[in-house]
């Protein structure tokens, strides 16, 4: 055998990690993604996707974590968190040669209570899908996260993560509207829903202007005997 040449790091660069997460939620009437304001160069003022180096002794999804605590005050194992994609242009940003993992977040609404780092001027929501103009290519990342998640809820119960523990079916309906853009026939949707097997009822009600809907829940028990299958459209 040869001799073996010593690994020497010096002779190589260290391009910057980072992460950015796309925190998507259901309020107001849309789909809405949670941006902080930039405090500081570069892009100073303009609105990002939070996000924030990696420590050295830290994974990638330990510091998406800890980003989406620190921005948003949750933190825990019941916080639906998947990664979604590298964004590594060269020229993505101008301090250095940066890499970042892109995740996705959804959060149902009533669980945030925002609270920007000391390194953003504000945070605040906005609409998912006409937001304002965005630093760096945080435009291509929350496209891919609006695309990623609209196939999701086609396929997966994703949609329920976007929902309080009880909701009619008319609150589920509205959720499939805000994700797709588009209006669905009630009469076929419930029809769909209730067959699919992915939810329960409930002896509670939600009393209005109208007559008293009835609340459901989602299964959590149907997502591991259901085989994988369009949902809904």
Not at 35 to 64: H, T, V, Y
Not at 88 to 116: H, K, N, W
Not at 145 to 161: D, G, N, S, V, W
Request: glycine content about 6%; aromatic content about 8%; proline content about 8%.
């Amino acid at each position: 055998m040869g001799k073996q040449e010593r690994y020497d790091p010096s002779q190589y660069e260290r391009p910057a990690v980072t992460v950015d997460t796309v925190v998507l939620v259901l309020r107001q009437g849309a789909l809405q993604v949670l941006l902080i304001q930039r405090k500081n160069w570069p892009c100073e003022g303009m609105w990002a996707i939070p996000g924030g180096f990696i420590k050295m002794d830290e994974s990638l999804a330990s510091a998406a974590r800890r980003e989406l605590a620190e921005e948003t005050g949750l933190e825990g194992p019941g916080i639906y968190l998947e990664q979604l994609y590298t964004f590594g242009d060269p020229g993505r940003d101008p301090r250095t040669r940066v890499i970042t993992a892109a995740y996705l977040a959804l959060v149902c609404a009533d669980r945030i209570v925002l609270r920007p780092a000391s390194d953003a001027a504000d945070a605040a929501w906005f609409p998912a899908y006409d937001p304002p103009p965005l630093a760096f290519d945080h435009d291509q990342i929350l496209s891919c996260a609006t695309q990623r998640l609209r196939h999701k809820i086609e396929h997966t119960p994703a949609i329920f993560q976007l929902l309080p523990e009880t909701f009619t079916l008319t609150e589920l309906q509205e959720a499939y509207e805000h994700v797709l853009r588009q209006e669905l026939d009630k009469r076929n949707f419930r029809r769909k829903m209730l067959s699919s097997g992915i939810l329960a009822g409930t002896p509670r009600v939600r009393s209005g202007d109208h007559r008293p809907a009835k609340l459901y829940r989602f299964r959590e028990d149907a997502a591991a005997e259901s085989r994988p299958r369009r949902l809904y459209p």
